[in-house]
T-cell receptor, first 116, second 111 residues
Framework: GAVVSQHPSRVICKSGTSVKIECRSL??????MFWYRQFPKQSLMLMAT?????????EQGVEKDKFLINHASLTLSTLTVTSAHPEDSSFYIC????????????FGPGTRLTVT | GQQLNQSPQSMFIQEGEDVSMNCTSS?????WLWYKQDPGEGPVLLIA?????ELTSNGRLTAQFGITRKDSFLNISASIPSDVGIYFC???????????FGKGTKLTVNP
């Protein structure tokens, strides 16, 4: 139970292009999903909290116009990195609160983004 | 952003040994969580703690919620090679949905 998937698992894109990452809760509905970024050998840093049907709440220092989040259904949230630059290269991980299970955050497998 | 103080940063142990790691915070937390992350994967929830003094086990793993609500520890008994990975503590303050993560403890188990 409490399975979260992400797609794609890896993506390479050219500088200036946009990339969309999908996060799905497979066996539960999630009114709240979270997006994190993790640089090599570092901890997870919360980027934004995504609530179904409303605008995402971004953490301080995270550009909302660059990292577009859409949580259109109870099982899907998307993160779009717009006009990507090499410094956006990172491991992006989503999580979803599984009220049906423990109510805690369950994480997806992550998406490795490389911007060339 | 806010982070927890997690120690040690890394541990190198022999298979069969017990392991202990801990997290401290300057803030009071209502929830403490322990996750394990394998390379290139997302964190997996190991144990969740909700009450000060609570001691919870999951197989060979045992975690405790500190009495002061500002710390937690995780013990792994009789370590095996598949215990290798990075262990993160995470805390949640009352009234918040957000988790604050420690910097992780990298565990290496020599067979």
């Amino acid at each position: 139970g409490a399975v979260v998937s992400q797609h794609p698992s890896r993506v390479i894109c050219k500088s200036g292009t946009s990339v969309k990452i999908e996060c799905r809760s497979l066996d539960f509905q999630a009114t709240t999903m979270f997006w994190y970024r993790q640089f090599p050998k570092q901890s997870l840093m919360l980027m934004a909290t995504s609530n179904e049907g409303s605008k995402a709440t971004y953490e301080q220092g995270v550009e909302k116009d660059k990292f577009l989040i859409n949580h259109a259904s109870l099982t899907l949230s998307t993160l779009t990195v717009t006009s990507a630059h090499p410094e956006d290269s990172s491991f992006y991980i989503c999580s979803a609160r599984a009220e049906r299970f423990s109510g805690e955050q369950y994480f997806g497998p992550g998406t490795r983004l490389t911007v060339t | 952003g806010q982070q927890l103080n997690q120690s040690p940063q890394s541990m190198f142990i022999q298979e069969g040994e017990d392991v202990s790691m801990n997290c401290t915070s300057s803030s009071i937390f209502n929830t403490w969580l322990w996750y394990k992350q394998d390379p290139g994967e997302g964190p997996v929830l190991l144990i969740a703690l909700y009450k000060a003094g609570e001691l919870t086990s999951n197989g060979r793993l045992t975690a405790q919620f500190g009495i002061t609500r500002k710390d937690s520890f995780l013990n792994i008994s009789a370590s095996i090679p598949s215990d290798v990975g990075i262990y993160f503590c995470a805390g949640r303050e009352g009234g918040s949905e957000k988790l604050v993560f420690g910097k992780g403890t990298k565990l290496t188990v020599n067979p």
